[in-house]
């Protein structure tokens, strides 16, 4: 049984907002938990136990002279820095990867145009110009790159869940909200979501951290939170519609990277009684962590979490009737640590699902 949690949460999500001009999305600072702590770290990487990512060593050696001239006249240097990031490199899926992790690391998300609510142009040399973008540029110029790299690559369109999902709330997955890109690779098509590998926002400030969980994640791994409008781009043998997108729950790519499955079938919503079990196929190196919020209200408990051989059992009990939702959180290697947070779950305690 896990020791002490935290009495609130903050997720580590996505905003989804649309406008006129573009969709644009804006990431959250990365939630943990701690088992011998209580102490706080927002900024901690979602997977907690590996070492924070780093971009590829040539993603960071551009020189200064061809950052100057991309600012001043962008359309006449793009070319220049294709060639820095990918001249000598063998294999378009390593000249991808250099070419995601500049961006990710170079072009920061453009928080104040968010919260203004006005968008500027998102083509690929407005975005190298100004080093600021929402999800359309960073999907638009990462396009444009690899096009200049010979790679095969598609900007995508549709609904992502993100800050502002909560199991809880309604979702219309019919309302596009982000972009994000398929580049293909060794003859497959392999699925790219730049921005959100890019930083996350804490508070009403943007912080720039590099990842790579959505460089290349299966198309299993994305289907949780990206809903392509054009079905094909789901790359799954059977694509879902958008009844079964929006039933499912909310796992992150990490979910998959640690090699967990739900032994108990779950939704985004789940009616339950006073308590619930639940069972998830969790590797032997990896253990789990729990909590509940009370939807709407403040009320927070822990979760009861004991290994039963190949499974992680899960004894949640519901103080109170009504809406509560569950985060669920994993590390590899030794029990004691910092937890990254790879799903959430909603339950309806005491009554029926609407």
């Known amino acids: 049984m896990w020791t002490q949690l935290w009495p609130s949460r903050l997720r580590c999500r996505l905003a989804l907002t649309l406008t006129a001009v573009s969709c644009f999305l804006l990431v959250s600072c990365g939630d943990v938990r701690t088992e011998e702590t209580t102490s706080r770290n927002p900024d901690a990487a979602t997977t907690a136990d590996l070492p924070e990512p780093k971009p590829h060593a040539r993603a960071m050696q551009v020189p200064a002279s061809v950052r100057r001239a991309l600012a001043s006249d962008p359309d006449a240097y793009l070319d220049d820095l294709v060639a820095v990031l990918t001249n000598g ?28 609510d006005n968008i500027p142009d998102q083509g690929a040399t407005d975005v190298l110009r100004t080093g600021k973008s929402v999800c359309q540029g960073f999907a638009n110029l990462f396009e444009r790159m690899c096009t200049l790299a010979g790679i095969e690559c598609v900007t995508i369109s549709g609904y992502g869940r993100g800050y502002g999902f909560a199991p809880s709330r309604p979702e219309d997955p019919s309302k596009e909200n982000h972009a994000w890109n398929a580049v293909r690779l060794c003859g497959q098509w392999r699925l790219v979501d730049v921005t959100w590998d890019a ?34 781009w789901q790359l799954l043998e059977q694509p879902l519609s958008a009844e079964q997108f929006v039933a499912m729950p909310f796992l992150r790519p990490d979910f998959f990277l640690y090699g967990l499955s739900l032994t108990t ?38 979760a009861e979490c004991s290994r039963d051989g190949a499974l992680t059992r899960i004894q949640l009990q519901f103080p109170k009737p009504g809406g509560w939702e569950m985060g669920l959180y ?14 959430e779950f909603g339950f309806v305690s005491g009554q029926t699902v609407p």
């Not at 063998?90 to 998300?109: C, V």
């Open 265 to 302: 079938q779950l939704g985004k919503i789940n009616s339950v009684g006073a308590t619930a079990e639940i069972l998830i196929s969790t590797p032997a190196d990896v253990w789990l962590m729990a909590d509940l919020v009370r939807v709407g209200g403040r009320d927070s408990v822990g």
């Open 330 to 343: 994993a590390r590899r290697g030794s029990r004691a640590g910092q937890y990254g947070h790879v799903g």
């Open 89 to 116: 490199i063998e294999g378009d899926s390593l000249k991808a990867k250099i070419i995601h992790d500049w961006l990710a690391d170079n072009i920061q998300y453009d928080v104040a145009a968010f919260y203004a």
């Open 199 to 232: 930083g996350c926002v804490d508070g009403s400030k943007y912080v720039k951290r590099y990842s790579n969980q959505f460089w290349l994640a299966a198309p299993e791994a994305f289907a949780p939170t990206h809903l392509p409008e054009d079905p094909q």
